[in-house]
């Protein structure tokens, strides 16, 4: 790379995570310049969304622009009451799909996953949370994993001011006072991490992570990690049906879908896929919950199914797999979320909980 050219891409990205060496800034360079274009034009249509004044195009956006409703907590406000009609859930839909943009996302994120309401109808809770009764065996627990916590984040940083680990461990904390029964589980470190960098604010990030831990990945960080395993069951059962020639691989070599996808979804993809990929994956799960995680994870299957069906042994999926969430086609986050909603096909919420039944009876039977 030539020093001109790798100038053109600042060695830190925008959420303070270090550019890898071998980072690829022209490949980088060349999407975003017709990203930015994309993510201006979004921009535009959210700030008239949630402003309550809509956008001038189609049926489904004059209905809205009518309606100019306005409500609780500040931008919020639109969106707690679009999730009311269904042509307006509809119309939501279609912009988070679309991605939310960076200066309203954490304000989107509280509104649809629910964490605002909650917010609003237990004040001062958060604060009580933390003041109150010590639990050292919790806080030695987190303690050992803030150092591990994006080493490669210079907001994480101990030589940094203010350093996001004093932040990061007050969420956690907080969060294993509120949820004694899950208490602090390695994996919510990095999610938390997230949220944090996108809220800039603690009390948001902890009612987020309540919202992800306690209703929409429910058992994922208990003590058994029944839910966790039971939705990498649920993925096997999905690929077998969807793409069959790669889950008789599977089985054919004997590989347990936890060795080869447990990061993916106790990460929800932190650290496996490009930051802003990740992001906008998330504004999907908040908005329409964890069957976003089986299309994630269909998609990248399924966009490198025959690249998997090169491998002839446990040693060599397992490296295929890693090699699967790297390269353009995640980096390119626009094109790939239109992907994980037309490659995968139908998935409803009703197909994976009746999976999530059977896949789970059969763990409890096997003990």
């Known amino acids: 790379m030539e020093p001109a050219e790798r100038s053109r891409v600042p060695r830190i990205d925008p959420y303070g ?15 975003l310049s017709g990203y930015l274009v994309t993510l ?58 679309k991605g939310v943009p960076l200066e309203h996302r954490a304000r989107v994120w509280m509104a649809l996953s629910g964490a605002q309401a909650q917010m609003d109808q237990n004040p001062g809770y958060y604060h009580r949370l933390l003041q109150g009764e ?41 969060y294993g006072h509120h949820n004694q029964a899950v208490g602090y589980c390695q994996g919510m470190n990095f999610i938390a991490g997230y949220l944090i960098l996108i809220t800039n604010n603690e009390e948001e990030s902890f009612w987020l992570l309540d919202a992800l831990v306690g209703r929409i990945l429910p058992d994922y960080y208990t003590p058994a990690m029944l839910g966790l395993k039971t939705d990498q069951e649920v993925l096997g059962e999905l690929v077998r049906a969807k793409l069959p020639a790669v889950g008789a ?15 993916w979804f106790i990460c929800l993809f932190v650290d496996v896929l490009p930051v802003e990929t990740v992001l906008r994956i998330w504004d999907c799960l908040f908005n329409e919950g964890s069957k976003i995680i089986f299309r994630v994870a269909l998609t990248l299957i399924k966009q490198h199914q025959e690249f998997i069906l090169e491998a002839t042994s446990i040693p060599d999926i397992c490296d295929k797999f890693k090699q699967i969430t790297k390269g353009s086609f995640v980096m390119e986050c626009h094109t790939f979320m239109q992907k994980i909603f037309s490659e995968p096909g139908s998935l409803s919420m009703a197909t994976v909980a009746k999976l999530r039944e059977s896949c789970r009876a059969r763990l409890l039977a096997q003990g």
């Open 40 to 97: 201006t034009r979004r921009a535009v249509k959210w700030s008239r969304l949630l402003q309550g004044g809509g956008v001038p195009r189609g049926r489904a956006e004059e209905k809205w622009q009518e309606r100019k409703v306005s409500g609780a907590r500040g931008l919020c406000g639109p969106l707690v009451q679009l999730r009311r009609p269904l042509s307006s859930r509809v119309l939501v839909k279609r912009y988070v799909r």
């Open 134 to 174: 010590r639990n050292p065996r919790l806080e030695d627990a987190i303690r050992t994993d803030l150092n591990r916590t994006f080493p490669d984040n210079v907001k994480f940083r101990t030589t940094t001011e203010p350093c996001l680990q004093k932040t990061l461990h007050n969420v956690l904390l907080a």
């Open 17 to 31: 995570f270090e550019r890898p060496e071998d980072f690829d800034a022209a490949a980088y360079e060349e999407f």
């Open 249 to 263: 691989l599977m089985e054919q070599l004997g590989v347990l879908w936890t060795l080869v996808v447990s990061r």
